[in-house]
């Protein structure tokens, strides 16, 4: 291959050595779990974020788990949140019970269609079975939903709203991150994110005390938490008082270790990111592709460089026979998977997402990718019919 489709080994050219150093401080520290590395990453995380408190976790899925958890979301709770995202955003939610209810995209960013989700919303209102409490809006690919109008639209109807950002930590829009907008932001550092560890990692952005103090104590079994024990007079470890129902969330110290090297650079990244994504954008002027566009005033991270054309699979093949490789997010929409049958879709069904994941396609994407490597692969688009 030319590149790797995500080339997550560059960047130990420029920070390989404090990242192992880092890793082997903890070896020798013994502390695996809640050493003080979690506590360092998630002080920086919040700062980097813009956020009143950052929790982090065990991955992107157990971040939105807790969440629909802290809010007591359950059986006959609906949620919105877009199909053409990954599985995680709805499956958390059908988990605890509650239904997923699927709303489209809009054409030129692929973020959730603020029309849609209020038509969808009135839609569930006139049916008693099932209680919208939240939304979810995907930041797909790297780029922020459109936040103002999304707060507006969980303010009219009494909303919880979450920033499913696994893919975009670090968007902005009008220079603030989602968490302004939204009640809860979550993150994944799953290796291939922007942001992304040596293993599994996620993270909750929160800007009240209270909530976070809540997913403190779901992240681990539901234990006290210092609040709780002033509250309880409990004379034991407070370990072994259990309040709530809760999960093993935790995320490693390794990892925060390797998050907080990371976190370093990751603002450099962002910049050479949207280097790249800019030099895609010039290159495909006036080829046979369709472009998206980034919301007015926003900044992607760029988790993917994606186009569109109505025989991707075609091009996919002319690609790989030219050593490129590329990869389809996502084939098939939540709506029209096996286990997401039985949950409803807003009013007309979802023609965008259905017509999305037959056209698009996503290629070589990061802040290391060589330009004369780029190039060619822009050039190996330009030519096909
Ligand atoms: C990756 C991803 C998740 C899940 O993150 P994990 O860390 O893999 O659990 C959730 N939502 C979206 C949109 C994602 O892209």
């Known amino acids: 291959m030319l590149t790797p489709f995500i080339d997550i080994v560059s960047q130990r050219r420029e920070i390989g050595p404090a990242i192992d150093a880092a890793i082997l401080s903890v070896t020798e520290s013994g502390q695996f779990i809640m050493g003080p590395a979690v506590f360092a990453f998630e002080a920086e995380l919040a700062k980097f974020g813009q956020a009143g408190f950052a929790l982090s976790c065990s991955n992107g899925t157990d971040a939105l788990t807790l969440l629909m958890r802290a809010w007591g979301i359950g059986p006959g709770d609906a949620v919105l949140c877009p199909s053409f995202t990954f599985a995680s955003t709805a499956?958390?939610?059908?988990?605890?019970?509650?239904?997923?209810?699927?709303?489209?995209?809009?054409?030129?960013?692929?973020?959730?269609?603020?029309?849609?989700?209020?038509?969808?919303?009135?839609?569930?209102?006139?049916?008693?079975?099932?209680?919208?409490?939240?939304?979810?809006?995907?930041?797909?690919?790297?780029?922020?939903?459109?936040y103002p109008i999304l707060r507006s639209i969980a303010d009219t109807y009494d909303l919880k709203l979450v920033a499913d950002s696994a893919q975009a930590f670090g968007c902005t829009l009008h220079e603030r991150h989602p968490i302004y907008w939204a009640d809860a932001t979550t993150l994944s550092f799953f290796p291939a994110k922007p942001l992304g560890c040596y293993g599994d990692g996620g993270a909750i952005l929160v800007k009240d005390e209270e909530l976070h103090d809540r997913l403190t104590s779901l992240r681990v079994h539901g234990q006290a938490t210092a609040r709780d024990v002033r509250n309880s007079g409990f004379a034991y470890d407070p370990?072994?008082?259990?309040?709530?129902?809760?999960?093993?969330?935790?995320?490693?110290?390794?990892?925060?270790?390797?998050?907080?090297?990371?976190?370093k650079i990751f603002d450099k990244e962002i910049e050479l990111r949207n280097r790249v994504a800019d030099r895609y954008d010039r290159g495909l002027v006036g080829a046979a592709v369709k472009l998206h566009k980034v919301i007015e005033g926003g900044?992607?991270?760029?988790?993917?460089?994606?186009?569109?054309?109505?025989?991707?699979?075609?091009?996919?093949?002319?690609?790989?026979?030219?050593?490129?490789?590329?990869?389809?997010?996502?084939?098939?929409?939540?709506?029209?998977?096996?286990?997401?049958?039985?949950?409803?879709?807003?009013?007309?069904?979802?023609?965008?997402s259905e017509a999305k994941a037959r056209s698009v396609i996503s290629l070589p994407m990061g802040p290391y990718l060589d330009a004369d490597v780029q190039d060619q692969i822009i050039g190996a688009v330009r030519e096909f019919r």
């Open 91 to 146: 499956e958390t939610v059908a988990l605890t019970g509650a239904s997923p209810v699927f709303v489209d995209i809009l054409p030129d960013t692929l973020t959730i269609d603020p029309g849609h989700l209020v038509k969808t919303i009135e839609d569930l209102k006139r049916d008693a079975s099932s209680k919208p409490k939240a939304i979810i809006a995907v930041d797909l690919f790297g780029q922020p939903a459109n």
């Open 239 to 263: 370990k072994y008082l259990n309040l709530r129902l809760g999960i093993t969330g935790r995320l490693d110290t390794i990892q925060a270790a390797v998050l907080l090297e990371k976190l």
């Open 299 to 352: 900044r992607s991270v760029w988790a993917q460089y994606t186009i569109e054309h109505a025989e991707r699979d075609a091009l996919a093949a002319h690609l790989k026979s030219l050593s490129i490789p590329t990869a389809i997010y996502y084939p098939v929409p939540l709506h029209r998977q096996p286990a997401y049958a039985a949950y409803r879709s807003g009013p007309g069904g979802l023609p965008v």
